[in-house]
């Protein structure tokens, strides 16, 4: 399908730049892990794995086999499949690929995969293994493109938001299956517990709102992000797409019509 591109990764990031070239009319595909731990998972496409179909502002998404995927298109969705390692690729032969995994390294893809190759975040350099790179650090930067060299290195720490950094997050106390608590959208106080891991306690250090928790009965690893927490107490936060979410979409929007 002439200008099909498929997006490797369904999480809030990805979503937010599918929802902006679907917008833009690109027909796209998105590729998943058979259990995603995508932790703003009320604004990810990734969530139809588990639910089936999802909504994010106005567009739809239907987790799909293979040999369902034009059947999805023609029904203006956007198909989500259980792929990790992008076999569909052959299949489909997309007019671009975006690798928005945001795994912090390159996981596979390469430049010749697709006429337009782009990659989101660290990890990769644009010439070598991808066409163009977009940047995903909060900051000056965000969104820029980089048709040479690579984005700014992970430093580990999140995006500062009313003051707050690391305290934002929820990690993991284990390893084992998580168990939920709480919802995302409800309020908490510091120090209140929102789920488990194998007994343990998952405590918020900050008060807001569950802006992500990751899909109840998941297993997770010793200090894997499962949640964050949202100072700003804004509850409709909880299901739009995030300034970041757009600012790295309008990059990518960028890069594929600049180097189409």
Request: proline share 4%.
């Amino acid at each position: 399908m002439n200008g099909l591109v498929v997006i490797k990764g369904g999480g809030d990031l990805a979503t937010g730049i599918a929802h902006r070239l679907f917008q833009s009319g690109f027909p796209i595909v998105i590729t998943e892990v058979a259990q995603p731990t995508v932790v703003r998972r009320t604004v990810a496409f990734a969530q139809a794995i588990f639910s089936g179909e999802v909504t994010v502002e106005g567009v739809r998404a239907k987790r799909t086999e293979s040999y369902d995927i034009y059947e999805a298109l023609s029904q203006g969705l956007i198909p989500v499949l259980i792929d990790p390692f992008g076999k569909c690729v052959s299949q489909l032969k997309p007019y671009a690929i975006v690798d928005a995994i945001i795994a912090k390294c390159n996981t596979g893809t390469a430049l010749n995969s697709a006429p337009v190759v782009i990659g989101v975040g660290p990890g990769f350099t644009a010439g070598v293994d991808v066409g163009a790179v977009v940047e995903t650090m909060r900051g000056h930067d965000l969104g820029r493109v980089y048709y040479e060299g690579s984005a700014i290195a992970n430093t580990g720490i999140p995006g500062e938001i009313a003051g707050y950094t690391v305290e934002r997050l929820l990690r993991s106390p284990a390893t084992g299956r998580f168990a939920s608590l709480r919802d995302i959208g409800d309020k908490v106080c510091a120090g209140e517990v929102v789920g488990t891991v194998s007994g343990a306690e998952v405590k918020a250090a900050i008060p807001g709102i569950l802006r992500g928790l990751i899909q109840d009965g998941l297993m997770v690893k010793t200090g894997m992000k499962i949640g964050d927490v949202d100072p700003r107490c804004r509850q409709e936060h909880c299901y739009s797409i995030s300034d970041k979410a757009r600012a790295v979409a309008g990059g990518v929007l960028e890069a594929l019509l600049h180097l189409g």
